[in-house]
């Protein structure tokens, strides 16, 4: 499905392809309608679309999957969920219902976005169909989004979608419901007759909701569901129809390998879930007018992520850090928009105990060259390297003894965690016992998130009720100098510019 002229694999190599793989060397292109908002996304999509457009897409709905999964690991209510990704639905994934559609243009426009919201939903399949944990995450995020976008749906378009399904279920007969009619009151919480509702008959595994919570009549491995309950019984066939599909593409992505455009774009999708790293561009994290010089680092490092926080407190501490730290550190201190002459003024200042020579020969090189200012490649030049994302400093090498790199909601001990995070002010009971549950579950991204959204809360609140800020300036921190720049605006009362 991707167009020709961005083809980069070699001719021979596609030659020598065997018949197996016939399916990925000649698609046949097809144009799909799209006369429904609603997908199952049963069909794979065959018409061509630009490299470009293919990773560019899948980057937004990882964004939407990205915030809807941080909602659940937050236990945000349905409607705090609610209001925090419909403006991200709106931003990244729009998807507007027929009723919309006044004329051809707008048709078309909604061509697009049907058109982007299933190609979306292919490409992501295929990059987290790799691994169960992947799977697993996928569908249950995926899941939420189409029972969000069911639920919002405009009723007389959902009964067409659900029609156009051709779903398994057999109507109970009107002599069965009377048969049952006393049963069916009774196992069906809230209803006040039997014949109030329409009924379906399907097999029980189909509603697992409904039977755990014991709202359900069953008779012979049959669960009997009344016509209110259809959203428990669709959201069950998509997720079983999604799992059992993510089997298959992971059975057929050994194939894949063959094909270097897409294969580097999938890998780095699938790394980046959870914490959507390509979201950030760089400069984004420099607050224009903010006074960042080497001597406004010190009250600067209260609006610090713990990461970089822990790496000012041990240069304070030992006016000295290891490789590693000072890269990590020198690279966020660019980003927040430290100039090279300040950043070796406060490296130099802050290396008490070294005389100039031994500053000169050891240290300023390698900050001149993480700027960009000597070394590296041509493309370096000029612009060095940039800030390290969550990602990377989670993912990266863990420090060693008497290394002060990584992230501490990763790299330390829970009870040295809970040490920093006391030293920086954090006690509130309820949010070290969240951390510490967090990092358990390895959502070290999310705790950290949970103390930036403590430590500002009366700040979030007033941009909230004043309207200065939206649900989308305010969606998961996955970088540093993210977590800075909105904490100093936060704390100054600024709208955020670019974001
Ligand atoms: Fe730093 Fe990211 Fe870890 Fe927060 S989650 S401490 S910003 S690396």
């Known amino acids: 499905m991707i167009r020709q002229d961005f083809q980069r694999i070699d001719p021979k190599r596609r030659a020598v392809l065997d018949h197996k793989k016939k399916q990925f060397a000649a698609p046949s292109f097809k144009q799909q309608d799209y006369p429904y908002r609603l997908n199952f996304y049963d069909v794979p999509p065959t018409a061509e679309i630009t490299l470009e457009e293919f990773e560019q897409w899948a980057i937004d709905r990882l964004k939407v999957l990205a915030e809807i999964e941080a909602c659940s690991y937050r236990n945000k209510s349905t409607q705090e969920t609610e209001a925090h990704i419909t403006p991200l639905l709106k931003k990244f994934l729009p998807l507007a219902s027929n009723s919309s559609a006044t004329s051809g243009v707008v048709s078309q426009q909604l061509r697009n976005e049907r058109q982007k919201d299933h190609y979306s939903h292919f490409i992501l399949r295929l990059a987290f169909s790799a691994t169960e944990d992947l799977r697993r995450r996928f569908v249950r995020a995926e899941t939420m989004l189409f029972r969000f976008r069911f639920q919002k749906d405009d009723s007389k378009e959902r009964r067409n979608f659900i029609e156009s399904l051709n779903l398994d279920w057999e109507p109970v007969s009107e002599e069965e419901r009377l048969e049952y009619s006393e049963e069916l009151l009774h196992s069906t919480p809230g ?105 406004s680092i010190d009250p600067l490092s209260q609006h610090f992520p713990l990461c970089m926080r822990s790496l000012h407190m041990t240069l304070r501490k030992s006016n000295h850090l290891k490789h590693f730290g000072r890269l990590q550190y020198t690279l966020f201190l660019k980003g927040i928009g430290l100039n090279l002459d300040e950043c070796i003024l406060f490296w130099r200042q802050s290396f008490k105990g070294y005389s100039d020579d031994e500053f000169n020969s050891k240290y300023k090189y390698n900050i001149r060259h993480t700027y960009g200012d000597v070394g590296g490649d041509s493309n370096r030049r000029g612009r060095g390297y940039p800030p390290y994302s969550c990602q990377k400093i989670l993912m990266d090498s863990a420090p060693g003894t008497g290394q002060t790199h990584g992230c501490p909601y990763r790299h330390f001990s829970v009870d040295n965690l809970t040490a920093l995070l006391q030293s920086t002010g954090v006690h509130d009971k309820d949010v070290l016992r969240g951390v510490q549950e967090d990092v358990e579950k390895q959502r070290f991204h999310i705790a950290c998130n949970r103390v930036f959204e403590w430590a500002h809360k009366a700040e979030i609140k007033r941009v909230k009720e004043d309207g200065s800020w939206n649900q989308t300036d305010l969606d998961t921190i996955v970088h540093p100098n993210t977590y800075f720049k909105r904490s100093y605006l936060l704390k100054h009362a600024e709208k955020p510019s670019s974001e």
């Open 191 to 295: 209803l006040r007759r039997a014949d109030e509702e329409s009924w379906f008959k399907v097999d029980w595994e189909r509603v697992p909701e409904l039977v755990e919570r014991r709202a359900i009549f069953m008779r012979k491995g049959k669960a009997y569901v009344p016509q209110r309950e259809q959203l428990s019984m669709i959201i069950a066939d998509f997720t079983a129809r999604l799992e059992k599909a993510m089997e298959l593409t992971s059975r057929a992505l050994p194939r894949l390998d063959e094909d270097d455009r897409l294969t580097p774009i999938l890998n780095h999708l699938s790394k980046n879930f959870g914490s959507a790293e390509s979201v950030y561009t760089e400069g984004e994290g420099v607050v224009d007018g903010a006074p960042i010089t080497a001597a």
